[in-house]
């Protein structure tokens, strides 16, 4: 079985070359689509298993995700792995990975995830295989099959929660997620910090004001679609949301923040969607 992977590029940081060769080497084809207003070809590792796509502007996660699941059903490819350019495999985990699907039936499993070791995630548990509604993108096998029975990922969305609508949306038409918690994949998620405040340690994720737009904006869509399906969920995501809107105040231009998180609640309510355009 052959396997092909993309990274979606947004003004990458000097790692990007150490982490693409982290599971380089185990695909048999990489298209890395690049959303960057510059080209950052020359950094890349030297490989003929590596396609890459310049896009000249910021097409959004969604969009870019669907071009890669295209190009990978074009070339005869049934999984794909989805790949953060912050992200990279431990101690060659993504060989089990791989091997998870080669050894199994994995025609109801939509998504094949491991277990992402960032700060702001609980302890996973002692269960080697588990079963959650939704996982972070990066480091995923997707299931182009399902893919193609669910529906693409939603560009209305442009970025954030774009990860939790494709895995509720597998979920609703009756497909499995499947989280491997022996494998680790290393992921740096915003630039989290701990904070001790009135005596309780919170995380602090430091996002980008216009991340906290999109996330708060974005979360209401997914709930709005999904509430039926998943009531229980769809009331903690909003409540996330809800907690988060105090936490960014203890962040660096957290009034800032506070403002793009009310104008996601503004633009939701307008009907708004894709790229942010005040």
Not at 247 to 263: D, H, N, P, S, T
Request: hydrophobic share 35%; charged share 25%.
């Amino acid at each position: 079985m052959k396997f092909a992977g993309t990274v979606i590029l947004y003004n990458p940081l000097e790692n990007l070359k150490e982490n693409i060769l982290s599971y380089l080497p185990y695909l048999d084809k990489l298209y890395i689509i690049d959303n960057s207003l510059t080209s950052h070809k020359k950094i890349l590792p030297k490989s003929s298993k590596i396609e890459y796509y310049w896009q000249e502007k910021n097409l959004g996660i969604a969009a870019a995700l669907n071009f890669a699941c295209q190009k990978s059903l074009q070339d005869g490819y049934s999984f794909l792995l989805t790949m953060d350019q912050d992200s990279k495999f431990l101690n060659q985990d993504i060989v089990k990975l791989l091997e998870f699907v080669k050894n199994n039936d994995c025609q109801n499993i939509g998504i094949i995830s491991p277990y992402h070791d960032i700060l702001t995630k609980n302890l996973k548990s002692n269960n080697q295989l588990e079963h959650p509604l939704e996982v972070m993108t990066s480091g995923n096998l997707l299931n182009l099959a399902i893919y193609q029975k669910v529906g693409q990922f939603n560009e209305d969305l442009f970025i954030d929660c774009v990860d939790t609508w494709m895995c509720l949306n597998i979920k609703k038409n009756g497909y499995d997620i499947v989280q491997l918690n022996d494998i680790s994949l290393k992921h740096q998620l915003g630039n989290a910090t701990l904070k001790k405040i009135f005596g309780k340690t919170i995380i602090c994720s430091n996002h980008e004001p216009i991340r906290r737009y999109y996330m708060m904006r974005n979360t209401l869509y997914v709930t709005k679609y999904f509430e039926h399906d998943f009531p229980k969920y769809c009331q903690y995501l909003k409540k996330v949301q809800r907690h988060q809107m105090i936490i960014v105040l203890f962040e660096q231009a957290g009034f800032k923040k506070f403002r793009y998180m009310l104008q996601g609640r503004k633009d939701f309510k307008k009907g708004i969607k894709g790229k942010y355009q005040h």
